[in-house]
């Protein structure tokens, strides 16, 4: 059983803001990128630090809910709760609270696209960007909601990682397949990102995308063999950490951040800092909430305020915070009570 006493929800709630930082920039129409897209040459930004740490951290844990689940209905059980519950009432109020930005030329309830909006998105593959004439004035237009777009890749890792529960009781099986799963999906990120593009783009997926994330996910999976002592752990923390900063100095990160990155994040949020530790216990785990909600909150202040994008950030990263608060207490933590459902049919 995973201890509640680490750093995961402290680096999840920072993975989080990463992301809004970023998007600060992109929708309050600035014409160049974050602070850390210019520190590294465009290398990497904000928020490919926040999505990332997201699919290395879920791997880790996800891998491990696995092996320990008691079958297939009760693992994807558990994914559903976690993933649908907060998404349905975003897009709900989404779609209820539209008609205060709404300037389409039609009457809003006459609009198609209003009534597509939660269906379509819903189905996490076939994403619905906006309803025509919401947001159209903003800098940045035709989506109300952009972090929607890396569900659809999370849930496809759920599904790549329940296709090991048949030889979960396997040791040497199961570890032999997370480690060639990290392998190839190295290879193919790095060097054929395009494989097998038109089967993806079915599935309104991005082949290159697929390959990336599922790589920082399985480097999470792998992660879970690491049995090292604290010292061990230490030194990998401080080699990765060099070795990243040498390999953005270097413009040669891409090959180096599926190892180092992984690395740095599981073995710090194995940690048990004080304070940091206490987040979970404080806030709850917020960071979903926070991540599919201050999308929407900054677009809606770019809309009514025209902020510059420090002005956006200050304003929205506390919304989002008390936003993905009030989700996590009113919806996904009581969604969750519901985990073992399945579980106790498998007892009886």
Known sequence: MISRINNFDFLRLVFASLVIITHSYALSGATQGDPLARLTNGQMEFSYLGV??????????????????????????????????????VLFLTVLLAPAVYEGSVPYLQNKSVYTYIPQNLTLFFRQKGIDGVFESNPYKHSI??????????????????????????????KTAVILLFISSYILSIFHPYFLYGLFLKMALGSNHFYNLMCFF??????TYLNASKRTENTLIITSFIVLIVSVYLNISQYTCYITLPLLVILLGKRSTPYLNKVGSVLGDTSYGIYIYSFPIQQALMYFFKLDTALL???????????GYISWHLIEKRALSYKDLFAKKAIQ
């Not at 399985?218 to 992660?223: E, N, S």
């Not at 929205?316 to 936003?323: N, V």
């Open 52 to 89: 990332h740490g997201f699919f290395i951290i879920s791997g880790y844990l996800i891998f491990k809910s696995l092996l320990r689940c008691k079958g297939l209905p009760d693992y994807y059980w558990k994914r559903l709760l976690r993933l649908f519950p907060a998404l349905f009432v």
């Open 145 to 174: 909601n952009g972090s929607l777009w890396t569900i659809c890749y999370e849930f496809s890792m759920y599904v790549m990682v329940s296709l090991l529960f048949f030889i979960r009781k396997k040791a040497f099986l199961v």
């Open 218 to 223: 399985a480097g999470g999976m792998v992660l």
């Open 313 to 323: 950030l200050i304003l929205s990263l506390p919304l989002s915070i008390l936003l």
